[in-house]
């Protein structure tokens, strides 16, 4: 105490070092308090993880950005089948990245309105060719209704919604849609085989169906699928053995994963 008292004194009696103690001081206040002024004012230093947007309206990606003080921003939209609309599709930088606050973050969104384009017409056509022109102008089937005919596997009708499509109709659809095709059996013909559709992709899975004569029924995916997913999903389970025969028009179920390593593994144990 005594040592502290004597160097106040010695700094109080001489007054150039007095001075340059106190020139010092007053620098490091400055500085310290401009540091506080510039960490305020930019926050710097803050460094937050990028949330998982995905599947969350705008208004909740919002919600959780401002938590992190990041910003939003919609750069693209497409239409993803079984996702709801205005949900958020991709996000750029990904979840889990860390980013700097007020970080913008560019997302996809699923759009309102879905895209509407041309049906075609197959009615005439084998159920194979009638499949390709339905998948390939963006539809899907809907449903395969057998009926007795001379024919099998010869497409007699098809509709929309309930809507007969005729020659020469302009009807649109809603892309990624179903398409209902009535289709004809010869009572004399076998029943079909059904596929091995396991490893599949679901995609694939359900063209195997449609083209063999059956009907797609449920898809059971994994907890926490994510629509946006749907093209890596594969099939590990169905409902009817591959192998085994079943009628015309036949539904079949699916369970998919998008976890590789489990479709492989299940697919090996049974």
């Known amino acids: 105490m005594n040592v502290i008292k004597r160097l106040i ?47 969350m309206t705008l208004a909740e990606a919002r919600k959780a950005a401002s938590k992190n003080d990041l910003r939003l921003e919609v750069i693209d939209s497409v239409y993803v089948i079984g996702m709801k609309r205005g949900a958020i599709v991709e996000q750029y930088p990904k979840a889990g990245n860390v980013v700097k606050s007020g970080r913008r973050i560019f997302l996809t969104t699923n759009t309102h309105k879905p895209k509407m384009i041309p049906i075609p017409y197959v009615t005439g056509f084998s159920l194979r060719q009638a499949k390709n022109k339905i998948v390939g102008a963006g539809f899907v089937i809907e449903r395969i209704n057998y009926v007795d005919d001379l024919a099998t596997n010869n497409v ?3 509709s929309y919604n309930g809507k007969r499509i005729a020659y020469g109709s302009k009807m649109m659809g809603e892309v990624g849609t179903g398409i209902t095709l009535k289709v004809g059996r010869n009572p004399v013909d076998p029943d079909p085989y059904v596929p091995n559709l396991k490893g599949l992709s679901v995609i694939q899975a359900k063209n195997r169906l449609w083209e063999a004569g059956f009907n797609v029924g449920e898809v059971t995916y994994d907890e926490g699928y994510n629509p946006t997913e749907a ?40």
Request: hydrophobic share 45%; aromatic share 6%; charged share 30%.
């Open 156 to 158: 007699l009708d098809e």
């Open 9 to 55: 004194e010695k700094i109080n009696s001489n007054f150039l070092l007095k001075q340059i103690i106190l020139a010092v001081s007053i620098i490091v206040i400055l500085l310290v308090c401009t540091q506080i002024v510039l960490a305020i004012a930019t926050r710097h230093g803050q460094r937050y993880e990028v949330p998982d947007f995905k599947n």
């Open 231 to 270: 093209a890596d999903a594969r099939v590990y389970e169905q409902s009817i053995a591959a192998g085994r025969t079943a009628m015309y028009g036949r539904t079949i179920s699916l369970k998919a994963s998008t976890d590789d390593e489990k479709v492989d593994k299940l697919i090996k144990k049974k």
